[in-house]
């Protein structure tokens, strides 16, 4: 079964076809199509992302403050970052976010798609709601969540609690407990997004795979993790590199959860929204593209390092 | 697969069980969109008394109506050019050899590591300089190509059978006719999803059209919602209200393009 | 072409020309006047532009309102394009950062005569003048008052026309306006806290003052609070909650909700919170003057005001001359208290007798005359100093004088950082 998958015929084709000096130009031909549905794109991206993330890099080094001129000032930027106390607890937030909403979302939704996908009786209506978090404003979304979590008798959560014989919790107004608390109806919003992708990927494993499972006498564990998981490995690597830079990014939520101020004490603030407010609060613009440069840099390297481990093997 | 009945219905149970938890803040906003403001505070799932008057607001102030149609034009638009533009890309990638394949996917995948915070500003220059600002393309452009779906499309088309694409190059078509034709076909799920998501993203997109649209008339719909928000004090029955209704249409793309992700896998399973 | 025919021809086409010259010139000139989002503000800029385009027939102005969040970055990404407002409406406390910006030009001394603006307006209007030149002009300015629940106060037994007219006072009313549910849950709150809110103004120029401190030294370069009065009145602050239990942070997720909702007896909050709870159904409330301490009165007032770009040149600086000349009339003010609920700019328009004794607007005018605006070089950082030092007695268990020292070093590196460059 594996080696179907690895698709040995295709290469020695090429291989082939590469080697015979007639069939060479088929292989540039195909280089050549390959460029030109490629033009365009490239132009875009360069032009839409690329040109102004280098404009950003630029700017990092210069104390721009939005009117006014720019003025190069080296490193300046990159050191008065690494002394800045919040700075350092806004990266800890944000790693926090990551290792925490990535495995528990991914778990999460994988959970109810493998469950999902075989029911037929009613799947329709089961998907639409666990993706209807996914469709709801996060500004609206979060003023509920913000009453979830108040204090006994107004609050639910606390309301549950303390009916169970728990003690209440103060949620958002703790230092410790206001991330998890900002991060759940995050991860409860994502959830609807991921459970779809998972769904699309599990409808893609061909009956067949099951069929000779099944004809082999694979219990559902084997089936689990020698049909469907692996199956799935593409589906996986785009969850898990998607699902951490969405959580490395996380801003709605937390914005709305805290008026803005990723509080308290900054427990609950990422980086991006500490990008928000040098650029957009404090206007100092140089300041805060050497945040997003730092940042962009976070982003690059695990996305890439999850890449290849997921890869590898 | 050996599964019981029993089982299936506690699977069953337990699923519909977590389906309703999942939508109970949904519901809240729903039931928040019926109340008065002095019922607003009691935090009752139900309102006493239910009242259309916040709906009745909301269309009779000047724009939402507008502003829906806008989002909605804007939505389809870019929805559109991201499942062809990504398709053909995330297709090349995945299934064409050639020097740079693989800098060129780390590149587009690297697009989505820089936050649109820090690209608003440069984006406003560049619309200022050709004019597109207070335009819809202007509003459109920076999302016409994804790298978010070139990945998700990339990985679809790797489960594609090479037979396939070389059988129909064998049938005389070109390269193109062979992604249009045959390949697109078989990745009806991911496109489904990709639309999905594209038009929700664009739905919901705050930022750069605040930026970039100054005209009312031109708002989308996140945009006039923000102005309920003062600088003191937020109409919090109204933001209900208007998120209700901004979810009606995403609700509605979702439930037509669910079905059709179920069909495009029937026909696929068919031809297999 | 005959010489005689196309010598006709073009001194024809040339007298055309001019005529059709001297009638563009006296075609309309168009000026844009920005300011943010908000209902009544709309509509009373809609109604004063109605007035002024009829009283100036040459003269078209275009009102562009933008959602408050991001009203500032519209603006700064604006009109260094040489796009936006030639009047625009900007926060009192951002003047600075404008004018570093070089996005405001100073006022005509001609048409806006210094020492008749000395005289007409409020003395914290003085802000607004650098360099011996003002920059900008409020309509309507704003104060804080005591809001209280009348229905409340019946029910715990108080003279609801009878409000706390001094902090002890307040503390005591307070005291028997709180409920709590038989294990100690808070259900009602006799004051709201939130310093998210306006509570760091009031503990900034109000409180730290009725404490027999001050905030900032006279040149508004150095922060003061950090004395013994400063920490007294911080500490009167954080026991609301510690010691004398009438209030708690968060409670039902913000001061405002808390008051509207009817779960709060009294919140220290500003006049453009009057629309909001007259329009709150069954909610019986009253407005008096801030309580004061030791006989001390302060009271905080901000405002928004409305300046002429660097964009506005020419006609469009004619314009706009007249235009803002136009809403800070006495009328424009007394239309904008009407509509919008913010207090006249003008000392003659808000003392006359009716408005000063005017049921609601009357304490905030009184409170006027006794008023500090904070010059302000980063209200949001700012603000966020003084939700940080509370939070961190309330949450760390920091000891008050220590917050408060952390507080004063914080803010004057921002002061510092904005003045040194």
């Known amino acids: 079964m594996r080696s179907r998958r690895r698709r040995p015929k295709s290469r020695s084709c090429l291989t082939r076809s590469t080697a015979s000096s007639r069939d060479l130009s088929i292989g540039q031909k195909r280089a050549v199509w390959a460029w030109a549905f490629l033009a365009l794109p490239i132009v875009f991206f360069v032009g839409i992302r690329f040109y102004p993330a280098a404009d950003a890099l630029l700017a990092s080094f210069t104390n721009w403050n939005i009117v006014g001129k720019r003025e190069w000032i080296g490193v300046a930027n990159y050191t008065r970052l690494a002394h800045d106390a919040v700075f350092w607890k806004v990266i800890g937030n944000t790693f926090l976010y990551l290792a925490l909403g990535v495995p528990i979302s991914l778990v999460l939704s994988f959970v109810v798609a493998y469950y999902l996908d075989r029911v037929r009786f009613g799947h329709g209506l089961l998907r639409a709601l666990y993706f209807v978090p996914h469709l709801a404003t996060a500004v609206a979304m979060a003023w509920v969540w913000r009453w979830f979590y108040q204090a006994p008798p107004v609050g639910a959560f606390n309301v549950w609690l303390t009916s169970f014989g728990f003690s209440q919790m103060p949620f958002l107004r703790s230092t410790t407990q206001a991330l998890p608390a900002v991060l759940a109806p995050a991860i409860w919003a994502g959830i609807g997004f991921q459970i779809v992708i998972f769904l699309a990927g599990l409808k893609a494993i061909p009956r067949t795979y099951y069929e000779a499972a099944a004809i082999d006498g694979a219990g559902a564990w084997r089936v689990l993790l020698e049909v469907t998981l692996p199956s799935l490995r593409p589906t996986i690597v785009f969850l898990v590199v998607t699902s951490s830079i969405a959580y490395l990014r996380i801003f709605d939520y937390v914005y709305a959860m805290t008026n803005g101020q990723g509080g308290p004490l900054d427990a609950t603030k990422p980086l991006v929204l500490m990008i928000f407010d040098t650029a957009f609060k404090h206007f100092e613009m140089g300041y805060a593209a050497t945040q997003t440069v730092v940042l962009f840099a976070i982003l690059l390297v695990i996305s890439l390092l999850q890449l290849k481990a997921l890869r590898s093997r | 697969m050996s599964s019981s009945n029993p089982a299936k219905v506690v699977t069953w149970t337990l699923l519909l069980l977590g389906g309703i938890v999942m939508v109970i803040p949904f519901a809240y906003m729903l039931g928040a969109s019926l109340k008065l403001n002095n019922e607003i505070y009691e935090f009752s799932l139900l309102p006493r008394a239910p009242t259309l008057d916040n709906y009745r607001r909301l269309f009779e102030r000047s724009g939402f109506l507008r ?86 499309m990339k990985q679809f088309f790797e489960s594609v059978p090479d037979e396939l694409l070389d059988a129909a190059r064998l049938d005389g078509l070109n390269e193109f006719q062979v992604w249009w034709q045959v390949a697109m076909p078989l990745v009806t799920p991911a496109l489904s999803a990709l639309a999905i998501f594209t038009f929700l993203g664009n739905w919901t997109a705050f930022l750069w059209p605040l930026i970039a649209i100054t005209d009312r008339n031109l708002y989308t719909v996140p945009v006039g919602l923000a102005s309920f928000s003062g600088e003191f004090q937020t109409e919090w029955e109204m933001v209900m209200t208007g998120a209700s209704v901004a979810t009606i249409p995403t609700i509605i793309v979702f439930l037509l393009l669910q079905r059709y992700i179920i069909r495009g896998i029937a026909l696929a399973g068919l031809k297999a | 072409m005959t010489t005689k025919i196309g010598k006709a021809a073009f001194w024809l086409a040339a007298f055309a020309t001019a005529l059709a010259c001297t009638g563009t010139a006296r075609a309309q000139v168009e000026i844009e006047y920005w300011q943010y989002t908000f209902a009544q503000r709309v509509q009373a800029i809609d109604t004063l532009i109605k007035q002024f385009e009829a009283a100036n027939p040459g003269i078209k102005v275009k009102h562009t309102h933008v959602p408050y969040d991001d009203f500032r970055v519209k603006i700064a990404a604006a009109i260094p394009a040489g796009q936006g407002p030639d009047v625009v409406q900007l926060f009192y406390g951002w003047l600075q950062d404008y004018l570093k910006a070089k996005l405001l030009q100073p006022l005509p001394a001609s048409d806006f005569n210094v020492v008749e603006i000395e005289r007409e307006y409020f003395p914290i209007v003085q802000q607004m003048k650098v360099d011996g030149k003002y920059y900008a002009l409020p309509t309507a300015v704003r104060s804080l008052a005591l809001f209280w629940n009348k229905t409340l106060f019946k029910e715990a037994g108080l003279d609801p026309n009878k409000p706390p007219a001094t902090l002890a006072e307040l ?58 009065a400063g920490v007294a009145a911080t500490q009167w602050y954080i026991d609301l909650v510690d010691k004398e239990k009438v209030g708690q942070i968060g409670f039902l997720t913000d001061g405002v909700t808390a008051f509207r909702s009817g779960k709060a007896a009294m919140t220290i909050d500003g006049s453009f919170r009057l629309g909001a709870l007259d329009g709150q159904k069954g909610l019986d409330y009253g407005v008096a003057e801030l309580p004061s301490n030791n006989g001390i009165k302060a009271n905080f007032a901000s405002y928004w005001v409305n300046g002429i770009t660097t964009k506005a040149t020419g006609q469009k600086l004619d314009a706009s001359v007249k235009f803002l000349k136009f809403i800070t009339t006495p009328e424009a003010m007394e239309l904008w208290m009407n509509t919008v609920g913010e207090l006249p700019a003008r000392k003659s328009v808000a003392e006359k007798d009716a408005n000063k004794n005017h049921a609601k607007y009357g304490p905030f005018i009184r409170g006027l005359s006794y008023s500090y605006a904070t010059d302000f070089v980063n209200e949001s950082a700012q603000r966020k100093v003084f939700i940080d030092m509370v939070d961190k007695v309330a949450l760390k268990n920091v000891p008050t004088k220590d917050a408060v020292a952390q507080a004063a070093a914080e803010e004057q590196k921002l002061l510092d950082a904005f003045y040194g460059k």
């Open chain 3, 171 to 228: 503390v005591d009313y307070a005291k028997k306006l709180t409920k709590r549910s038989p294990n100690g849950d808070l259900i009602q709150e006799g004051l709201t806290i939130d310093m998210g809110g306006q509570d760091h103004h009031w503990l900034r120029e109000v409180l730290v003052r009725e404490f027999g401190g001050a905030p900032y030294s006279a040149n508004n370069r150095q922060v003061t609070y950090n004395s013994n």
């Open chain 2, 67 to 152: 502003w829906f149609v806008n989002s909605l034009l804007i939505g389809t638009a870019v929805t559109a050019s991201v499942l062809f533009f990504d398709s053909l890309v995330g297709y090349t990638l995945a299934k064409f050899r050639f020097r740079g394949r693989y800098a060129v996917f780390v590149a587009i995948l690297s697009t989505l590591m820089i936050p649109t915070e820090m690209l608003v500003l440069p984006w406003y220059s560049m619309a200022r300089t050709f004019g597109w600002l207070d335009t819809y393309w202007g509003i459109a452009f920076p999302g016409l190509m994804t790298g978010f779906g070139v990945f998700l």
